[in-house]
Structure formats: C-alpha cells, structure tokens
C-alpha cells in the first residue's frame, strides 16, 4: 500500500545532541512536510517542501533543519534539541499544485529530550 | 486572516449515541478547502473528508456525515451510532490561499465514547 513512512517510531535524545528524524513516501506526491504537535494541541507546520523548493515558517526556529534528497525521502534534523522540543514529529504529504488536495500523515515520531 | 474554531474541547458520549463536533471557520477567499482529520491514540491523523468552498452539499459516509454550510461559516461532523472506536481527537482544518500549500488547523476535539 502506498503510505508515508516515518523512522523511527520513539527516539530519546540528550539535551544538545543532534537527533535526525526520517521519513519517506511512496506516493509519489510533490509536497513533503513537516509538523511538531506538543500535547493536547493542533498540529504545528514547520516548513515543507514542493518538490526541491524549501519553505520554512517564519517562527520555526533555526535549530531545526531539513533536507529533501529526492522526491520520496525528506529529513528533519534539530541541532541541539532542547526540553522544550520534546514532541511528536509529523511528516505529510500531498499532491501539487493548489491547496485543494488532502495531506496523508505518518505516523509520527515522538520524541523525547533527556 | 484565516482561522478556524473548535469551540468544543472534549466530548463525552455514551456508545450508540449521536454526537456532533462544530467547527467554524473566517476567511476573505472565496475559493478555499475544508477538511476533518481524525487522530486516533495511536497518534497518525487520518484524512475524512475534503469540500471546496463552492459545493454546499451535504456529505453522508457510513455513520459519518458532515454539514456544510457558507451563511454561518461552518463545517460540522456528525457521528450516528457512536462507537468506542470512535474516541479520537478531531481536527478540521482551513487550506490556505491558493499556492501556499498550507493548511490552519484548528484545536481539536477530542471525542470520548464510553462502552
């Protein structure tokens, strides 16, 4: 079945460790995202990509990074992760171009900060 | 600027009963996308339904069935007969102008049914 991919499920860092998050689609879909939901609360975007061109947030912190290599992977890397990123991490995809097509959603990575 | 509303934080029903979750919705575009996302414990949001801003019909799905309506700015979702498995959180959402890609997801409803 044609999903999106998120590895891995749970992944515990330390403060300041750098940490890399990964997902991957088999949709075949032009954009990639990214969002960090804290608990009890909406979905917050990141940045995504449509196809290779970047689009970060104007409040997402520079600590977070991302990288799209090809069309199905796509990486989000904090640099120094903090307490206060300890999260769940989603990855989405959709189709492109217009802002009528639905995201399919991994099943997120849950981060935890030491 | 765009925003959605959830006015309802949490529900709690009694299995077999019918509940209905509000969500209300601002915004100057004419043309624009509403969507229910579902969020089951397990932590992945689940795609439920799509409407354009032009098609005002009402949707039916099973036991789910959605509202839409432009003269008051909201797209409601209806569960009949609700089921345990139904407990989740419950997110509707706005898309963004035209191009940006994005989507202004509003705070959720988390619905509990109880056996």
């Known amino acids: 079945d044609a999903m999106v991919i998120q590895n891995p499920r749970y992944q515990v860092t330390q403060f300041g460790k750098p940490v890399t998050l990964s997902c991957s689609q088999t949709l075949n879909h032009n954009v990639m995202y990214w969002y960090q939901q804290k608990s009890s609360q909406a979905p917050k975007l990141l940045f995504h990509?449509?196809?290779?061109?970047?689009?970060n947030e104007a409040d997402t912190p520079d600590n977070f990074q991302s990288r799209r290599p090809n069309t199905s992977f796509c990486f989000l890397d904090i640099r120094s992760p903090g307490l206060g990123d300890a999260a769940m991490y989603l990855c989405?995809?959709?189709?492109?171009?217009?802002?009528?097509?639905?995201?399919?959603f991994g099943p997120g990575t849950r981060l935890t900060v030491t | 600027a765009q925003k959605v509303t959830q006015a309802q934080t949490e529900i709690s029903v009694v299995e077999k009963e019918d509940v209905t979750l509000d969500c209300v919705y601002e915004t100057r575009d004419t043309t624009y996308y509403l969507f229910w996302y579902k969020q089951p414990p397990s932590g992945e949001l689940v795609f439920l339904i799509r409407?354009?801003?032009?098609?005002?019909q009402n949707e039916i799905s099973g036991r789910y069935s959605w509202n839409f309506q432009k003269s008051t700015s909201s797209f409601n979702f209806t569960i009949t007969a609700s089921q345990v498995v139904d407990s989740a959180v419950y997110f509707c959402?706005?898309?963004?102008?035209?191009?940006?890609?994005?989507?202004?997801f509003g705070t959720g409803t988390r619905l509990k049914v109880l056996a």
């Open positions: 990509y449509y196809d290779k061109d970047f689009n």
């Open positions: 959402a706005l898309s963004e102008p035209l191009g940006t890609y994005k989507y202004i």
């Open positions: 989405a995809t959709s189709r492109a171009p217009g802002t009528g097509f639905e995201q399919y």
């Open positions: 409407r354009n801003s032009f098609d005002e």
